[in-house]
Nanobody
Framework: QVHVVESGGGLVRAGDSLRLSCAPS????????MGWFRQAPGKEREFVAA????????YYGNSVKGRFTISRDNAKNTVYLQMNSLKPEDTAVYYC????????????????WGQGTQVTVSS
């Protein structure tokens, strides 16, 4: 059984940084691309970033490009999302998911999801 667990969320001020971690288990982690999405109250789940299985291909949503960095350490079975220059509009629950096929930008392309970690950015 595959489990995905996110951690690292919290309450920060605008301009601060946070690093989220995602630890999937129950599958050969290094064989799968991974992605981060976020969902704010009353809004659709939004693509944030994705990384190929090797880490050589990266994708970012327009709203986070230049501020967020996705990375992975296959030896540690962990994916990271470094978030810099945080803004109040980044406030959301952040989800990590395992990519199963298709476009990286669509949530339908991911099969296993974590429970999410809350990120709140105050102004």
């Amino acid at each position: 059984q595959v489990h995905v667990v996110e951690s690292g969320g919290g309450l920060v001020r605008a301009g601060d940084s946070l690093r989220l971690s995602c630890a999937p288990s129950g599958r050969t982690f290094s064989s799968y691309a991974m992605g981060w999405f976020r969902q704010a109250p009353g809004k659709e789940r939004e693509f944030v970033a994705a990384i190929s299985w090797s880490g050589s291909v990266l994708y970012y949503g327009n709203s986070v490009k230049g501020r967020f960095t996705i990375s992975r350490d296959n030896a540690k079975n962990t994916v990271y999302l470094q978030m810099n220059s945080l803004k109040p509009e980044d406030t959301a629950v952040y989800y990590c998911a395992s990519h199963t096929g298709g476009s990286y930008f669509y949530k339908e392309s991911y099969d296993y999801w974590g429970q999410g970690t809350q990120v709140t950015v105050s102004s």
